[in-house]
Every structure is written in C-alpha cells, then in structure tokens.
C-alpha cells in the first residue's frame, strides 16, 4: 500500500517492496514542498506503476489533513505568510503601462487572467473567513 513521506522539506508518495528479504522503497512520485495529489499525479503513477496498489482517496483525505495551519509557528504557516507578503509587494509594483511594453501580448493576457483568478479566490476565501466561526481570529471591521 502507498503512503506519503516527507523527507527534509518535500514530501515523496512511496511504496514498500520486499526484494530478496529486504524491504525497500519505491518513490512513485515526488509530491513537493506542500503535498498535492492531483489526477495528473494519479495518472503519472498508474502509468508508472500499474501493478502498485493505490487507496487514492484514503492518501488525498491524509495529504489534506496534512496542512499545519492550527500551528501559527508552523514552517508552512510562516512560508505561507511571507509569500503573501512578497506577492502583495509584487502587486504594488506591476503597473498597467508594464503590460504595453511587454514583448508579447499572450504574457500580459496571461498576466491579467492569473490576476482575476487570484481575485476570486482571494474573495472566496474571505468569505469563508468572514462566515467561518473564529477561533482566535479576529479581522478589524474595515479589513472584511
């Protein structure tokens, strides 16, 4: 059976083997910093292994219990936070005019569309933040 590992800072989906007495692992996928089972990785690794039994419900339903976010002193919530910060202070430097002097008009389309997307998802969550019961967190009124 799979199981997700972490190994320093990135976390791997393995599978133990017994090889000639030994156990030894089989890493059927490299999952990243913030683990993620997606369908292009189950794809990958049914392509890869397909005699590896996989519960790929029961591993997303671990990986997604996986986010340390009760933990304020978290290593994923203090990475977390400083790219919000550096994505706020990168978004306060991109001007409209940058789009028009951009070598190609598919970047600054791409550009612009990334930027709606993370708009209403921003405004999702906020929502759920706002309608969420809080534990701890309180947003000042002229923040919601």
Not at 23 to 45: F, M
């Amino acid at each position: 059976m799979a199981f997700v590992r972490r190994k320093g800072n990135s976390y791997f989906l393995v599978h133990n083997v017994r090889r000639a007495g030994k156990v030894k692992q089989l890493h059927l996928a490299r999952l990243g910093v913030r683990p993620r089972i997606t369908d292009d990785v189950v794809r990958q690794v049914a392509r890869a292994y397909p005699f590896v039994d996989v519960n790929w419900a029961a591993l997303r339903e671990q990986v997604n219990n996986r986010v340390e976010l009760f933990d304020s002193k978290s290593a994923y919530v203090r990475k977390l936070v400083a790219s919000l910060r550096t994505l706020n202070l990168d978004l306060a430097d991109l001007f409209p005019p940058v789009l028009d002097v951009s070598e190609s008009a598919a970047a600054g389309h791409d550009l612009v569309t990334q930027l709606r997307l993370l708009h209403s998802t921003v405004r999702v969550k906020l929502d759920q933040f706002d309608r969420a019961p809080h534990r701890g967190v309180s947003l000042p009124r002229g923040l919601r």
